[in-house]
């Protein structure tokens, strides 16, 4: 089994990241892509736009956002090429960009994913 961590995209690189796979919808601000070194952006695995404004990182909403985020996960393609791609290396990293480090969608893809792996 991979092993799968997440981390600010924001955060320096490390050699221990091993693959680093962006999962946010948008472009990091502030980021050149050189910077942040990253493997492939899944783009299409993050929240809908729709599900993403509507929580828009209120913690008041994290419960139902975690309830509404998985079932999009659960009936998507782009998931399952998520998990694809993460079955090809030893060492996976989650980039995301939100500055709650606690209600933030790559939390729930997190948690999701250790379920299917």
């Known amino acids: 089994m991979p092993e ?3 981390k600010r995209v924001y955060e320096h690189p490390d050699k221990s990241d091993g693959f680093r796979i962006l999962v946010d919808r948008l472009w990091p601000r502030g980021i050149k892509k050189e910077m942040a070194q990253v493997d492939i952006w899944m783009k299409e695995v993050a929240p ?3 599900l993403r404004k509507w929580f828009n990182h209120d913690p008041a909403k994290w419960e139902a956002f975690i309830k509404k985020y ?3 996960l659960k009936g998507s393609e ?3 090429e998520l998990i ?3 079955h090809k290396h030893p060492k996976v990293t989650l980039l995301y960009s939100a500055h709650d ?3 933030n969608q790559a939390q729930v893809l997190y948690l999701f994913l250790k ?3």
């Open 70 to 72: 998985t079932l999009e």
């Open 101 to 103: 480090e606690q209600h």
């Open 48 to 50: 809908s736009t729709a």
């Open 115 to 117: 379920n299917k792996l």
């Open 84 to 86: 694809d791609v993460i």
């Open 4 to 6: 799968l961590k997440i």
């Open 78 to 80: 782009s998931a399952g």
